[in-house]
């Protein structure tokens, strides 16, 4: 009996644990005059914007295959003073790269845009470069590795 509900308690603990993992949200101000709440639930990306009484509601499906965790980061990724957000989780094949998707702060519509790098269909192992204003991530021609280099636009 003991080891019954041993098993039980692992058993609910490792649910808890994959529920978790699968599930995060974050809140915080694009802009000042802004409210946004992005939210990860299972496949689905969910986020909404409040200004000026004006509300906007989206769901974008991750097409994740496996039962990986996500992750919501939030930063400037175009370099124009308003905040934006990046959605990370492992790839599905080996688990070796970073996947992001980037959802850029439109301060015309005053809600999120997804943008994609120049190169590739998404930003792998992205880097970051405040100095230069760009993002750097990985593509692959074929099977080799190669570095592609985004400079966002700023949207308006």
Avoid: W
């Avoid at 946004?36 to 986020?47: G, K, R």
């Avoid at 295959?65 to 930063?75: D, F, P």
């Avoid at 845009?113 to 993002?135: H, M, Q, S, T, Y």
Wanted: hydrophobic share 40%; aromatic share 12%; proline share 3%.
């Amino acid at each position: 009996m003991q080891m019954l509900g041993r098993f039980f308690l692992c058993f609910v603990t490792a649910l808890k644990c994959q529920y978790s993992s699968a599930h995060e949200k974050r809140e915080f101000n694009p802009i000042p005059m802004a409210s946004a709440m992005v939210m990860t639930n299972n496949q689905m990306l969910e986020f909404k914007t409040a200004s000026f009484g004006k509300t906007n509601h989206h769901v974008v499906p991750l097409e994740i295959i496996t039962n990986t965790s996500t992750h919501i980061k939030v930063g400037d990724y175009n370099f124009d003073g308003a905040l934006d957000f990046c959605i990370s989780y492992v790839d599905e094949g080996k688990r070796t790269y970073t996947i992001n998707r980037i959802f850029i702060f439109s301060k015309s519509t005053m809600t999120f845009e997804e943008i994609f790098p120049n190169c590739g269909d998404e930003f792998i192992n992205l880097k970051v470069d405040v100095a230069r204003r760009r993002l750097i991530s990985t593509y692959f021609l074929g099977n080799v590795a190669m570095r592609c280099s985004t400079k966002p636009r700023v949207k308006s």
